[in-house]
């Protein structure tokens, strides 16, 4: 089945800095990749997704690539604000469910100081 | 609020002992998926029921089980809890059944087991 490495599992920036979170997937056939923010307490919450048709897409200060090639996907955050802080989860879903079966890495704790 | 309501928030019991967590799903979402959050841990996939049917399983114990009723609710059957059950259960739901899409999630319910 899917398996999603995720990395780093603990990030610390300065309040400005980018901060940039990779994951890799192991089915090729995956072709859908979601972004969840997961703040302390909080439930996970979508930020952004990339199809395996796009090799990136941006929202305002958050952007993710996509190299299916390598297999690989990243989630690129500038400009970081203490409200960033919270866990990230990369997640894939593999091809051929029928119905959305996210595989979601371990999570990455990013921590923005100010 | 994303819409998704669960219930207990918390829960406290005894090893051996059996609970139920209920998940209301946003207001014509067909799809219902139960993930579990350990300590540090990323979000493990469970099950996933549509419209009442059983479409996904994924790394559920025999101990567990879980349904959706016709009005769309659903619930999570815990048995025989030990101590390594102590997690946060997520359920989440999407409209379904595109292959992909947001899932929107409960704030989850937090089993302690002791």
């Known amino acids: 089945g899917e398996n999603v490495e995720q990395h780093p599992s603990t990030l610390s920036v300065q309040e400005g800095d ?14 859908y990749f979601p972004w969840y923010k997961q ?13 395996s048709n796009v090799g990136e897409k941006k929202d305002q200060r958050i952007a993710v690539t996509l190299n299916k090639t390598a297999k690989h ?11 960033d802080s919270a ?20 999570g990455t704790r990013l921590l923005v100081s100010p | 609020d994303s819409g998704v309501t669960q219930t207990p928030k ?19 979402d067909l799809s219902v998926y139960w993930y579990q959050q350990s ?14 049917e059983e ?16 009005d769309l609710h659903s619930e999570l059957n815990l048995s025989s809890l030990e101590l390594g059950d102590s997690a946060l259960y997520f359920c989440a739901s999407s409209p379904g059944p595109k292959r992909d899409g947001e899932l929107f ?8 087991v002791l």
């Open chain 1, 39 to 51: 703040e302390l307490g909080k439930r996970p919450q979508l930020i952004i997704d990339i199809r």
């Open chain 1, 87 to 106: 866990v990230y989860f990369c997640a894939a879903s593999p091809a051929n469910t029928g119905f959305q079966k996210l595989v979601f890495g371990t």
């Open chain 2, 105 to 112: 999630f409960g704030e989850g319910s937090r089993l302690t």
């Open chain 2, 10 to 28: 918390h829960l406290i019991t005894a090893t051996g002992q059996r609970v139920t967590l209920r998940c209301s799903p946003r207001s014509g």
């Open chain 1, 73 to 83: 996907f990243s989630l690129h955050i500038t400009e970081t604000q203490p409200e």
């Open chain 1, 18 to 31: 980018s901060a940039v979170i990779k994951c890799t997937y192991s089915d090729s056939a995956s072709n």
């Open chain 2, 39 to 52: 300590l540090d841990q990323g979000l493990q996939f469970l099950i996933h029921y549509y419209n009442g």
């Open chain 2, 55 to 70: 479409r996904a399983k994924g790394n559920i114990l025999e101990r567990f089980s879980a349904q959706q009723f016709p």
